[in-house]
């Protein structure tokens, strides 16, 4: 009987230390983890992100249902699913271990698909220390559905008492939605006092 090779993982604390220090891993394509430190780095000001008129309507006529925690494995998964991607086996089994010590989070969007049954059409993961949430990865099966989850996410962050929200690096997606540049000393400075607010996801 054979058995599969387990992936090797980062374990949680070694995580939880480089993300309070602004420090984040990402696979590349020479298939080694790399840690980043980006300066600039993006992020979100959760008292201004909204979403726009026409999102809001869209979101308004969108037969969809949005829950959290509830399907972080296969968020992850459905986010590892693009031609080029830094979310490989590795990354996926170390959020998935630091979901289950309770640092990792998701928000899932779920329409209908048929009686009684829902699909995943969207969602997003990242993860949270203190009042500080780091987005990681986001995707969508139908259109809007990522923005949705997004949406969803940075409301529940407001209401739970979250500080900051980090969008990692800027990019023409990540803009629309309301990322912002910040330098990397002020990020840390943001950081640090984002460490010490006792929100809950």
């Known amino acids: 009987m054979s058995r599969s090779r387990e992936v090797p993982v ?21 298939g080694e983890l790399y840690w980043h430190d980006p300066d600039p780095r993006a992020v979100f000001d ?46 996926q089994a170390t959020y998935v271990q630091l979901h289950r010590a309770g640092h990792a989070h998701s928000v899932e969007v779920w329409s209908a698909d048929g009686p009684g049954r829902r699909q995943l059409v969207g969602g997003i993961y990242g993860v949270a220390l203190g009042g500080a949430f780091f987005g ?11 923005k949705v989850a997004f949406h969803a996410l940075a409301e529940h962050l407001r209401s739970a008492g979250f500080t900051l929200f980090d969008s990692q690096y800027l990019n023409p997606f990540t803009a629309s939605l309301g990322a912002v540049e910040v330098p990397r000393a002020r990020f840390l400075r943001m950081l640090a006092a984002a460490k010490q607010v006792p929100a809950c996801f």
């Open 136 to 146: 990681e990865s986001m995707f969508h099966r139908v259109p809007n559905a990522g």
């Open 10 to 30: 980062i374990p949680v604390h070694t995580l939880l230390e480089a993300y309070g220090e602004g420090r984040f891993p990402m696979a590349h394509a020479d």
């Open 46 to 91: 959760l008292g201004t992100v909204r979403p726009n008129a026409r999102l809001a309507r869209a979101m308004r006529q969108m037969d969809l249902h949005i829950t959290r925690d509830v399907a972080f494995p296969a968020v992850v998964e459905a986010c590892a699913e693009r031609p080029e991607t830094w979310i490989d086996a590795r990354i």
